[in-house]
């Protein structure tokens, strides 16, 4: 069975950082791409970045360009985010995601296409003084 298990959430200030990772087991990680979206209490679900493991080139959505990084490590078959600078807003359930990558295909595209994929559950983020 594939799982896709996050974890790494926690309670941070304003200004602070966490990473969050991605436990991946059951699917041939560099067929994959690896996306982390969050959602926050009454709002819609958020692709935040996105990562084609074959080539690892990545997507991040405007909210987040410039604070997170997204990287994955094949030989442990992890993805991680690395989120700096959070601010409130970043508070939200954040889910790693998995979806087959066609060779080739931009990470901006195929986060598009992660509603088909693997999910895993939620992991908190709360950035509050």
Do not use: H
Request: proline share 2%.
């Amino acid at each position: 069975d594939v799982q896709l298990q996050a974890s790494g959430g926690g309670l941070a200030q304003p200004g602070g950082s966490l990473r969050l990772s991605c436990a991946v087991s059951g699917l041939t990680f560099e067929d994959y791409a690896f996306a982390w979206f969050r959602q926050a209490p009454g709002k819609e679900r958020e692709g935040v970045s996105c990562i084609v493991s074959r080539d690892g080139t990545t997507y991040f959505a405007d909210s987040v360009a410039g604070r997170f990084t997204i990287s994955r490590d094949n030989a442990k078959n992890a993805v991680y985010l690395r989120m700096d600078d959070l601010k409130p807003e970043d508070t939200a359930a954040y889910f790693c995601a998995a979806v087959r990558a066609e060779r080739g295909v931009s990470a901006a595209r195929v986060i598009g296409l992660m509603k088909y994929g693997y999910w895993g559950r939620g992991t908190q983020v709360t950035v509050s003084s």
